[in-house]
């Protein structure tokens, strides 16, 4: 099982390198890049390779399933990312690219299908948040081929945007709550548990309400009757975000100063992530219609100071080496360059001046977050092949 938590790194920092080109050409021109094409090799290896991969390896760990059926469904989860990757830097949304994504649904499926019969009669809290991360897979699974049957029939452009959106949000809601299920696992064998009574309130809160945001930031949504309701999704979910700050909080005080860090660094970017989603509901969407900039910053602050800050904390953990500093710089590099990307938003809706420092600014951080992410990569790989995978797993 540790060589997917291998691998989903080395996808990570394949994706994030890319990622990094895409910020230099938002700056300078870069010859070979097609800008289109990388996006979506970018965003599709980083959802599937990197978040995906590394979470549904921890899943099934949690649930003491690495059988044979478990480890093919992961295999075909990194035969499909690498897939993928290539299609798309090579044709974008060209026939290769609609096949390979096509066919990861139906790997998804598998995946699913084999984590909830692995997770069936489970009863303890954490697996709980599991199986409803699970479930949002089904969901962005059912987004991503109403997406495929809008096309096909040419409707409305409005809404091929929201299922994209709605894909967009749901995959990123199985991130979130698989990654609340295995900290409140990981907080708990080091003696700071998390309290139990909040966490299965905030399941019921949030399990319902997350999916319901995704019209937030797709221009034109409001109008529709989805609007109004992703407007009062988002400002309910302001409760669960706030006593799992709290929550989250209070617990990392039993736990290492510098561990106590990020963990505190991620809850920091939660609320951030929780007061910006509220602003959207009251009006904030203005700015994502009008900068596009706003929709990508809300999106990395969540999936890199959010989900892979937390992801690279536990797979850091369970590999045997967890860096928190080299964590810590990778929280400064995602500071700066939400502050960067913050800079283009306000020269390019209200004027302000320095938004080319700002895109600069938003690389510099890009780089930092690389780096760190590196640096992390190399001392587990390294602490891999010198203890073998059974010392690494002690
Ligand atoms: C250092 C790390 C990263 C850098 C430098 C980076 C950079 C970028 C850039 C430049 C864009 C395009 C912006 C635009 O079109 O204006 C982008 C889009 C995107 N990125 Fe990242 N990114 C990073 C990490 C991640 C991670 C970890 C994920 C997911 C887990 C991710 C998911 C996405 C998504 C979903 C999009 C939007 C795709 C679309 O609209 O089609 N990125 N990123």
Redesign the pocket.
């Given at each position: 099982m540790e060589r997917f938590l291998r691998l989903s790194l080395g996808l990570l920092l394949l994706a994030?390198g890319l990622?990094?080109l895409?910020?230099l050409a938002?700056v300078v021109p870069v010859p070979f890049l097609v800008f289109s094409h990388a996006?979506?090799a970018?965003?599709h290896t980083?959802?599937f390779g990197?978040?995906a991969l590394a979470l549904f390896t921890l899943f099934f760990e949690r649930v003491g399933a690495s059988d044979a059926a478990v480890r093919r469904a992961l295999w075909l989860v990194v035969a499909v990312s690498l897939a993928t990757f290539v299609a798309f830097l090579h044709s974008g949304y060209g026939r290769p690219g609609v096949l390979v994504s096509a066919s990861s649904l139906g790997v998804w499926g598998v995946v699913v299908t084999l984590f909830l019969r692995r997770a069936r009669g489970r009863r303890e809290l954490d697996v709980a948040w599991l199986r409803v991360a699970a479930w949002y897979v089904v969901v962005a699974v059912g987004a991503a081929l109403a997406r495929v049957a809008l096309l096909v029939t040419k409707q409305d452009a409005l809404w091929g945007q929201l299922a994209v959106a709605a894909f967009?949000t749901t995959f990123a809601g199985f991130f979130l709550f698989g990654l609340v299920g295995l900290f409140a696992r990981f907080l708990a064998e080091r003696g700071a548990p998390l309290d139990e009574r909040l966490l299965r309130w905030q399941l019921w809160w949030m399990t319902p309400l997350t999916a319901l945001t995704f019209p937030l930031g797709v221009p034109g949504a409001m109008q529709t009757p989805l609007g109004p309701l992703s407007r009062v999704a988002a400002v309910a979910l302001v409760v669960p975000a706030a006593l799992w700050v709290a929550n989250l909080w209070s617990a990392s005080r039993h736990l290492a100063s510098t561990v106590r860090l990020v963990v505190r660094s991620v809850a920091v970017a939660w609320a951030l992530k929780a007061i910006l989603e509220t602003g959207a509901a009251f009006g904030l969407t203005a700015l994502a219609a009008s900068s596009?900039?706003a929709v990508?910053l809300l999106?990395?602050l969540v999936?890199?100071g959010v989900?892979?800050a937390a992801l690279l904390l536990l797979l850091g953990q369970r590999l045997g080496r967890p860096s928190p500093g080299a964590l810590l710089v990778h929280q400064f590099g995602v500071a700066v360059m939400t502050a960067g990307l913050l800079l283009v938003v306000g020269a390019t809706t209200a004027g302000w001046p320095g938004g080319r420092l700002g895109l600069w600014l938003a690389f510099a951080g890009?780089a930092v977050?690389?780096a760190a992410d590196g640096v992390l990569t190399a001392l587990l790989l390294r602490r891999a092949v010198h203890l073998g995978p059974s010392a690494a797993r002690r």
């Open positions: 994030t990622g990094l895409l910020r938002l996006l979506h970018h965003s980083l959802y990197w978040a967009l596009r900039h990508i999106l990395h999936l890199l989900v892979s890009g977050v690389v």
